[in-house]
């Protein structure tokens, strides 16, 4: 399925955001697993998944066409 | 209440001017049920970090996702504090050492609520809002900023 | 630190503009340490007692022990908060409905200091300095104000 | 002895400011028992004294020739 990628802040230097085409993946915590294991870097971090500009808490299903924003700890003000 | 409140745009692009800032004070002396204005104002510091200095905050948000979110805790502080008004601006981009880069500001009767209010709306922006500050140093390298 | 320093007037005649606002906030972008601004300002407003409107406040101090006091209380928030700045500024006269009479603006290299002394200092003003205000009507009589 | 009394607020509107020539005082507590005996919507009010100008919380000796602010609760801001 696709998934449209958003990465945001410090994230966005080595994740770019980008049209995803992966299959065996349903929820976000496969995503997340699946992302881990290809950007190192991530597993290293604190970060938030917003699933079609909704920000989750939990583990979410994950339909083909969804946008996925991938956000390090905020740092506004 | 209408709860289907138009979600109003915070942010500017660049620093936030003291002349802006100035417009939206003296806005305010015409209502004469206000009793107390209390305004916060962030400034980009000069900070040293490994021997380096700060030149300018570069700010990014995901927009959608922090204006939706600013307008659920805006309802919440309204419904929470009885508020003559509420004003809340945030720098999108280059923001120089020095420069004004988040504007908050409430109004009410009396000085508690306006106080209260103003303070616990820093602290949900700062919480809560999807935004990144990327610390750009005097030669051009630069550091994610991290909110404590 | 020197514990002799000057006592400050804070009295200011008539009201508050937005003008003299403005530049004591555009002075302070130089100072690149600070990182937060905390402002409160006190507003007439146009209450109704007894059926009669409010036009105006004047008010009245004993300016000698008001700015002894002030000093006092100046000294101690500068020892409980690590502020860059304190301005504090109060009217003495007819302050019309609408028009600013309190002006108080801390600054500091972080949010907590600077929002938490601005608060402090707007609770002593009230408590404990020696100023009147005097509440006009719109028919020239007039009622003692009296702080919550 | 010589008082100066300086009065405040609407304590101001019934007990002017004044040089008062009182003998049988010497401290606080009997000048404010003869203002009150003198002046009786003071002792319905809450006040404060200040001697040369110091808030006083105590009983406080005068000497002739010292100042005493009356004055009312506070209300600037």
Known sequence: MEIQLISFGKISEFLHSQQLEIEGI??????????????LQLADLKYKLAVNKILIQENTHLNSG????????FSGG | MESKKK???????????PGFITDCIAKHSSNTAIGGHSIFMGQVRQDEIGGKLVSAIAYSAFEELALEKMHEIREAIFEKYPLSCMHVHHSLG????????????????HRKPAIEACSELVERIKAELPI????????????WKENK
């Open chain 1, 26 to 39: 349903s929820d976000t915590d496969q995503l997340k697993a699946y992302l881990e294991s290809n950007f």
């Open chain 1, 66 to 73: 969804d946008s996925v924003a991938v956000m390090p700890p």
């Open chain 2, 7 to 17: 979600v109003k745009n915070i942010f500017i692009q660049g620093a936030i001017s």
């Open chain 2, 94 to 109: 280059d923001v120089s050492a020095g420069e004004i880069c988040l504007f908050v500001f409430t109004s009410s009767a």
């Open chain 2, 132 to 143: 990144w500050g990327k610390e750009i140093f005097q030669d051009n390298t630069h550091h």
